[in-house]
């Protein structure tokens, strides 16, 4: 019985382009209490490997949250079997705008403490008795409201290339982080203030505004679906778009197009620019907007340092990688002083 990955992803990515068939890209999540995450944990496996499902989710005692890609041809299959977990019948499935084939390499399902890293440690909230989800034509609606608030729940690196306009965007690396920062700037309209959330599709809000009910906030909203479901609901109804600029996606693509303006700038040269990157040394992996232009002349790197090590012999990198833990934590995103145009 196989319960881990047997594949690399340069090994996957091979076998994705010659099969040459449509996947799609999608994600969901549910609150529900689960008993045995662990158990759980290799139904799932088992199922979405032979199912040739690839993503990244998480189980943990208070729900599941999926990011996948699913083979078009299976989809059906993969549906019945999701409506086959009680908790999971009719889930919404967030399907992705841009589609492609290599969003996923590897089928990872991971348990974790939480579904949502929220560091919080209050467990005297309920977690179910959420705000007031709205689709995309309420959710225009209210945001023209001048006694709203808008507020963006998401880290600075995916607020910075794209947002809906008039919403506060918080500087924060952590969805912990915005979630005291927002309650002190807003503890003295707790009920003559409506609070209008949104995230990319929804999970962050799901918890977020449990947490401000809790907090004694009286009237607080989110939009149903997150960004994913609201740009697909304006296309398909015809409905004003008032977002701007690209959603940040996790996976290997980084990025949705909502609209074609870049309100963002390359973290290198600061031209106008919307494309993250990682960089390419992987005791690095710093995440940041890079241009084609510094792309080419900086190597898909974030610094000089960075292109002299990439030069080495693989053996020498991976001996300076030696005894530096989680690597890819060492900066945090978008943030590094090398880079000029993002401090």
Same mark, same amino acid.
């Given at each position: 019985?196989?319960?881990? &990955?047997?594949? @690399?992803?340069?090994?996957?990515?091979?076998?994705?382009?010659?099969?040459?068939?449509?996947?799609?890209?999608?994600?969901?999540?549910?609150?529900?209490?689960?008993?045995?995450?662990?158990?759980?944990? &290799?139904?799932?496996?088992?199922?979405?490997?032979?199912?040739?499902?690839?993503?990244?989710?998480?189980?943990?005692?208070?729900?599941?949250?999926?990011?996948?890609?699913?083979?078009?041809?299976?989809?059906?299959?993969?549906?019945?079997?999701?409506?086959g977990i009680y908790f999971l019948k009719n889930v919404r499935l967030n399907i992705a705008i841009e589609q492609d084939l290599k969003s996923f390499?590897?089928?990872?399902?991971?348990?974790?403490?939480?579904?949502?890293?929220?560091?919080?440690?209050?467990?005297?909230?309920?977690?179910?008795?959420?705000?007031?989800?709205?689709?995309?034509?309420?959710?225009?609606?209210?945001?023209?409201?001048?006694?709203?608030?808008?507020?963006? *729940?998401?880290?600075?690196?995916?607020?910075?290339?794209?947002?809906?306009?008039?919403?506060v965007t918080p500087d924060v690396d952590t969805f912990r982080d915005s979630l005291d920062i927002i309650e002190e700037d807003l503890k003295d309209?707790?009920?003559?203030?409506?609070?209008?959330?949104?995230?990319?599709?929804?999970?962050?809000?799901?918890?977020?505004?449990?947490?401000?009910?809790?907090?004694?906030?009286?009237?607080?909203?989110?939009?149903?679906?997150?960004?994913?479901?609201?740009?697909?609901?304006?296309?398909?109804?015809?409905?004003?778009?008032?977002?701007?600029?690209? &959603?940040?996606?996790?996976?290997?693509?980084?990025?949705?197009?909502?609209?074609?303006?870049?309100?963002?700038?390359?973290?290198?040269?600061?031209?106008?620019?919307?494309?993250?990157?990682?960089?390419? &040394?992987?005791?690095?992996?710093?995440?940041?907007?890079?241009?084609?232009?510094?792309?080419?002349? *900086?190597?898909?790197?974030? @610094?000089?340092?960075?292109?002299?090590?990439?030069?080495?012999?693989?053996?020498?990198?991976?001996?300076?990688?030696?005894?530096?833990?989680?690597?890819?934590?060492?900066?945090?995103?978008?943030? @590094?002083?090398?880079?000029?145009?993002?401090?």
């Amino acid at each position: 019985m196989q319960l881990y &990955n047997k594949l @690399s992803a340069k090994e996957r990515e091979t076998l994705l382009e010659q099969a040459g068939e449509e996947r799609l890209t999608l994600s969901f999540y549910q609150y529900a209490k689960i008993g045995n995450p662990h158990l759980f944990r &290799n139904h799932l496996f088992i199922a979405w490997h032979e199912q040739d499902v690839l993503g990244r989710i998480y189980v943990a005692h208070e729900g599941i949250n999926a990011q996948l890609s699913v083979p078009a041809k299976r989809f059906k299959e993969f549906k019945e079997f999701l409506d086959g977990i009680y908790f999971l019948k009719n889930v919404r499935l967030n399907i992705a705008i841009e589609q492609d084939l290599k969003s996923f390499l590897k089928l990872k399902v991971k348990v974790r403490d939480k579904i949502v890293a929220d560091g919080l440690n209050d467990e005297t909230f309920d977690v179910t008795n959420k705000g007031i989800h709205v689709d995309a034509s309420k959710f225009n609606e209210l945001i023209e409201d001048p006694n709203v608030v808008l507020v963006d *729940m998401r880290n600075h690196y995916e607020s910075e290339i794209g947002h809906f306009k008039n919403a506060v965007t918080p500087d924060v690396d952590t969805f912990r982080d915005s979630l005291d920062i927002i309650e002190e700037d807003l503890k003295d309209h707790k009920e003559d203030k409506k609070l209008v959330m949104y995230c990319t599709g929804g999970i962050r809000c799901e918890k977020a505004s449990a947490y401000y009910k809790h907090k004694g906030f009286k009237n607080v909203f989110q939009l149903e679906g997150g960004i994913i479901e609201y740009a697909r609901q304006v296309e398909n109804q015809g409905l004003e778009n008032k977002f701007i600029g690209k &959603n940040f996606v996790f996976d290997h693509r980084r990025g949705e197009r909502i609209t074609e303006d870049v309100i963002s700038h390359c973290h290198q040269c600061g031209e106008p620019c919307d494309t993250h990157t990682n960089c390419a &040394n992987e005791a690095c992996h710093l995440l940041f907007i890079q241009c084609p232009k510094c792309e080419a002349a *900086m190597e898909n790197c974030c @610094s000089e340092e960075c292109i002299e090590i990439i030069h080495l012999p693989e053996e020498e990198q991976k001996r300076l990688r030696q005894g530096i833990p989680n690597s890819n934590k060492i900066f945090k995103k978008g943030r @590094s002083e090398k880079l000029k145009f993002k401090k």
